[in-house]
């Protein structure tokens, strides 16, 4: 059992950056592939980003790619995503998933998940 907790989470104007921590605790966290999720309000949970275990890959929605990051620290059990330039379309509540399979981008590949942290970008 893998139980993750969000934060970084925020309000902030168009152009600038955020910076969410997703930390796991329960079972080591180096087995793990994780992803972030976004939902915006009215509309379906979506992939955003996704790293393996060992950071070895990464994947990217394409309307974030060259603007977020996603990293990880598994001596801290902790993944990242670093998210520059945002725009009021990022607005949306962020989850992090964590699944022992490949880094997949949709959510039934993920087995747990966060609680969330609502990001607002202001215009």
């Known amino acids: 059992q893998v139980h993750l907790v969000e934060s970084g989470g925020g309000l902030v104007q168009a152009g600038g950056s955020l910076r969410l921590s997703c930390a796991a605790s329960?079972?080591?966290?180096?087995?793990?592939?994780v992803g972030w999720f976004r939902q915006a309000p009215g509309k379906e949970r979506e992939f955003v980003a996704a790293i393996s275990w060992n950071s070895g890959t990464t994947y990217y929605q394409d309307s974030v790619k060259g603007r977020f990051t996603i990293s990880r620290y598994n001596a801290r059990n902790t993944v990242y995503l670093q998210m520059n330039s945002l725009k009021p379309e990022d607005t949306a509540v962020y989850y992090c998933a964590a699944t022992t399979g490949a880094p997949g981008q949709r959510p039934y590949e993920y087995n747990y998940w966060g609680q969330g942290t609502q990001v607002t970008v202001s215009s």
């Open positions: 329960g079972r080591t966290f180096s087995g793990y592939a």
